[in-house]
């Protein structure tokens, strides 16, 4: 699980790396034309699984570690966050609506499916409703899902990679049972699926060995054939593919495949194939070159002259991008963020502007951002637990256990939450005394 990418349109991909930076890139031009990143509206560590994209344009991240889904809109603002709490001292929990490693997400007309990638779990497939609440679970194999990590809809029904079962679940859209893609010995652990357009699905494989990765290439399958053969052959050159691990078609059949030639993240490669096979195009070839396409992208962003709200964000965004802790660096964000919002207040620069302020020491300018990102709708009980640090860090330790207090007991509690409740024990400690001082 190393992030993903999802095709947006006819001429657009994302890519999610997995800490969480995602890229909107051009595949005809193969230029930089978007990039933003689970933060200032998330928390700080993530581990992005899976990604797509919703027919309303916004994007879907699977998030293993915090156990959840993330919807964003096209200009990075954080706008749900779907799966129920869950109790991080049980690692393979069987719930409806706690998604347990979410590794596999598809969306459609009547919610997001999420594949979960771990072992024996009776919800390993879930569907959720529009607005993010649990709906149903698909249909079990006898003795739970042997994890459950690729989706597709191919023709009028849904394909479930099940890796250690070595089938491909075919699934009517209700959840019930279509029957089974028994899977020969060469492609026996199938990981990732993508519909080809062509009435079959694209197949990557899960290696158990350094042998197999030499071996496994993008498979194809249909329902009345079943496998194909290689539409892309294994190997490190151009056009070939080495331990892939997504891919995505676009709408008029071309596909996308991200790999990993230099053996793991970040150094993603991503290639364009036509609808037979032949490579097109590589957009980048390893973490070097998608860091010349950003850095290209950054430059044309900072040449903006026009002053509007949105280059303003933009133009903060880049130097909060580079801040790498430089008080420089965030301080001239700092005053973008400040300006952007001189022009139109938006939940993105309010937030950006109180985590930079954070980062400058001013915790009571940070809290006026955050309270004043909260009145433009960013989450209430997240804003209130970070006031709490603010406070924390001026020294108010009564007004920080009462902020902190409210947003855990809210009806829906910051997403770090058992974290903010031991940071809330840490501080009932250090006012009785009986600590040292602690901050989030």
């Not at 992030?3 to 006819?10: D, K, L, R, Y």
């Not at 994302?14 to 005809?28: F, K, L, P, Q, R």
Request: glycine residues 12%; charged residues 25%.
């Amino acid at each position: 699980m190393f992030g993903g990418i999802a095709a947006a349109g006819a001429e657009r991909i994302w890519y999610a790396a997995v800490d969480g930076h995602v890229v909107g890139i051009e595949v005809e031009g193969g230029a930089v034309i978007a990039q933003f990143a689970v933060y200032p509206s998330g928390p700080e560590s993530v581990h992005v699984s899976a990604c797509a994209v919703d027919r309303d344009g916004t994007i879907l991240l699977g998030d293993v570690k915090n156990r959840c889904v993330r919807r964003f809109d096209a200009g990075g603002l954080q706008i749900a966050r779907n799966g129920a709490l869950a109790n991080p001292g049980i690692d393979d929990q069987d719930e409806a609506g706690v998604l347990t490693e979410p590794c596999g997400l598809l969306a459609d007309a009547d919610g997001i499916l999420v594949a979960s990638g771990a072992f024996g779990l009776k919800h390993g497939v879930q569907r959720l409703d529009a607005g993010g609440a649990y709906r149903s679970s698909f249909a079990a194999p006898q003795g739970g899902w042997r994890r459950a990590h690729g989706l597709a809809r191919v023709g009028g029904e849904i394909w479930v990679a099940e890796t250690e079962a070595g089938l491909i679940r075919r699934h009517a859209p209700d959840g019930s049972r279509v029957g089974d893609l028994k899977l020969p010995d060469e492609i026996a652990r199938p990981f990732r699926l993508a519909a080809d357009g062509y009435g079959g699905a694209l197949v990557l494989l899960a290696p158990e060995s350094a042998e197999e990765q030499e071996v496994f290439g993008v498979a194809q399958v249909t329902a009345e054939a079943g496998f194909l053969g290689w539409i892309v052959d294994a190997g490190e050159k151009g056009g070939q593919v080495v331990c892939p691990f997504d891919v995505t078609v676009l709408p008029d059949g071309r596909f996308v495949v991200a790999d990993l030639p230099l053996g793991t993240p970040p150094d993603v490669r991503l290639q364009v194939f036509a609808s037979d096979g032949r490579l097109l195009r590589t957009l980048m070839e390893d973490v070097a070159d998608l860091q010349g396409l950003q850095k290209r992208w950054f430059e044309k962003v900072l040449a903006r002259r026009d002053g509007s709200a949105a280059t303003l964000y933009e133009q903060a965004r880049v130097h909060d991008y580079y801040a790498g802790g430089a008080r420089e660096c965030l301080r001239q964000a700092a005053d973008l963020y400040h300006a952007s919002r001189q022009e139109e207040d938006t939940v993105l620069a309010a937030l950006g502007m109180a985590a930079a302020l954070a980062g400058l020491g001013d915790p009571e300018g940070a809290e006026r951002a955050y309270r004043a990102a909260a009145g433009l709708g960013a989450d209430p009980a997240e804003c209130d637990a970070r006031i709490a640090e603010c406070r924390h860090a001026r020294g108010d330790l009564d007004g920080a256990i009462g902020l902190l207090e409210a947003a855990v007991a809210a009806p829906a509690p910051p997403e770090d939450y058992h974290r903010r409740v031991e940071a809330l024990g840490t501080w009932y400690l250090e006012r009785s005394g009986e600590s040292d001082p602690a901050v989030l």
